[in-house]
Each structure stands twice: as structure tokens, then as C-alpha cells.
């Protein structure tokens, strides 16, 4: 998995938990092992999302394009123009 894919996946985990039915009065055992993966993915994905900010050998070569539309594309967010426009 790939950042953006764990992000995705830590929010359908954590959907998920908001959802399960429980036998249990005041705890949700499934639901908490649901959100406790969900974190999990959440977690890699920031690793992930920082390590594109890291320099590779003392260059900063940075991801492509792509690497950003991914995530741009899993957290919902559209990218801002660079050309000044608003």
C-alpha cells in the first residue's frame, strides 16, 4: 500500500466503527479493534506524507506530480493554483 491507499483505508476502517452494531452496553469491542486499525493506516500514511518531504542523498528531488495528485485525490483536496490566480 502506498500512502494515499492507507489513508483511504483508515477512513473506510473508521467509518466502519462508527457503524458496528454492538451486544455491549457501554463499550463496542469491535468497533474500538476497527478504529484502533483505522489509526494504524492513518499513521502510515503520515510516514508516507513525510517522507516525501525528505531529501534523498542531499538532493531534494522530490515526488512527481502523480505522488501529489494521488494524495490530493484520497484527502479530498484540490491543489492551488501556482499562478497567482484567485
Known amino acids: 500500500m502506498n500512502g494515499p491507499q492507507h489513508y483511504r483505508e483508515g477512513e473506510r476502517l473508521l467509518a ?7 451486544n455491549y452496553d457501554e463499550t463496542n469491542p469491535a468497533a ?6 483505522a489509526t494504524a493506516h492513518f499513521l502510515a500514511a503520515q510516514v ?4 516525501m518531504q525528505a531529501t534523498v ?9 502523480d505522488a501529489f495528485q494521488a494524495w490530493f485525490d484520497a ?3 484540490k491543489p492551488e493554483s501556482k ?3 484567485r
Open 16 to 22: 466502519l466503527s462508527e457503524h458496528t452494531p454492538s
Open 32 to 37: 474500538t479493534l476497527l478504529a484502533a486499525q
Open 48 to 51: 508516507a506524507a513525510t517522507a
Open 57 to 65: 542523498g542531499g538532493t531534494e528531488l522530490g515526488p512527481g506530480e
Open 75 to 77: 484527502t479530498g483536496v
Open 83 to 85: 499562478g497567482g490566480d
